[in-house]
């Protein structure tokens, strides 16, 4: 089987974009040890702060955000980065020719339960004109992204990874080693399968409410087939199975609570997922915008997410009157 080494010379991606590839990864192997090892290496637990979100850190946020920004801070590549565990954008080398925005540790609320937790992660070529600690180096729109992708820390350690081909999934090996395990992965159009945190359907537009009570209602309704429903907590482990098996995911605005502009985070969530989903044949939208044409107003703003299978994304949109 190929190593991600080779496909990304296969795939001409550039010596220094690889390089910076590897970089990530290298850092994921260190993460994934810690994960794999769990209270063993007394990673689990709370920290005693709360990163702006709001949210209180898990030990291993803090952890695998450290592992990456030192991997980061000391290549050569990188000129800024961003993290949803850091305020602000922390500068890198001034001559870098990337920036590269990522989520740690995404679905933090599963790490003391052996769940579903990953490392989302995107690349951006660097904004000449701008500061390498300025926000402006990730005002870009997620189609401008030159790579993304997700590490999630499963049974199998695997990756996702677009370098603006097709999405590729790759598997680490107990020598270290990323290994092809899928060359093109493929979204079918029609699927079966929602995922959607039905606790805040008292929260969502009539629309959104009426269009996943069609869903539940299955043939019993006006879809006239029956769906199922997973909901893993963890944006990666759900968007894995979108991209592995299909199906639609779900974040929708919630229009009575603080989450009106929806939960996810548009620069290290949303965006590098749906590249990922696109680069599959799927659709990712916020509403009647795709994620990718979204033009960035802050480092952490949050956006509606539906992504999946094409036709299902569609009828999400009609039922929204969009389409
Ligand atoms: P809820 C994890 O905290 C996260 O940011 C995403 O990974 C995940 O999809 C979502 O929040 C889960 O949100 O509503 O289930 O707590």
């Not at 990730?138 to 990756?159: E, K």
């Not at 395990?181 to 699927?191: F, G, K, N, P, S």
């Not at 019993?220 to 769906?227: E, I, L, M, P, Q």
């Not at 997410?305 to 949109?317: C, K, P, S």
């Amino acid at each position: 089987m190929q190593s991600v080494e080779l496909q990304l010379t296969q795939d001409q991606v550039s010596p220094d974009m690889a390089e910076l590839v590897l970089t990530v990864l290298s850092a994921s192997k260190t993460i994934a040890h810690k994960v794999r090892r769990g209270a063993l290496a007394g990673v689990l637990g709370s920290a005693a702060q709360q990163n702006v979100q709001g949210e209180t850190q898990k030990n291993l946020d803090v952890i695998a955000n450290d592992i990456l920004k030192e991997a980061l801070l000391a290549s050569p590549h990188v000129r800024s980065v961003a993290s949803e565990e850091e305020d602000n954008v922390v500068a890198g080398n001034a001559q870098g020719g990337y920036v590269v925005a990522f989520d740690p540790l995404d679905g933090s609320s599963n790490i003391d339960i052996n769940g579903q937790i990953g490392t989302i992660f995107t690349i951006y070529r660097a904004v000449d004109d701008a500061a390498a600690d300025s926000p402006a180096q990730f005002a870009q729109q997620g189609r401008a992204q030159v790579c993304a992708g997700y590490v999630l820390y499963g049974p199998s350690t695997q990756l996702a990874l677009t370098t603006g081909g097709p999405s590729r999934l790759y598997t680490l090996d107990t020598d270290g080693e990323y290994l092809l395990t899928q060359a093109e992965l493929a979204i079918a159009v029609d699927c079966q399968e929602f995922s959607i945190n039905l606790s805040n359907l008292r929260h969502w537009a009539p629309t959104t409410q009426a269009y996943i009570q069609g869903l539940q209602a299955g043939k019993d309704g006006a879809r006239g087939k029956d769906f199922n429903m997973r909901w893993n907590g963890a944006m990666v482990g759900d968007v894995h199975r979108v991209l592995m098996r299909g199906g639609i995911f779900l974040y929708p605005a919630n229009t009575q609570s603080k989450l009106h502009n929806g939960k996810l985070r548009l620069l290290y969530e949303a965006n590098p997922m749906a590249m990922l989903v696109e680069k599959a044949g799927g659709k990712a939208v916020i509403g009647a915008q795709a994620i990718l044409d979204v033009l960035p107003e802050n480092l952490h703003q949050r956006v509606p997410v539906i992504l999946g299978a094409a036709n299902e994304v569609d009828a999400f949109l009609s039922a929204e009157g969009y389409a």
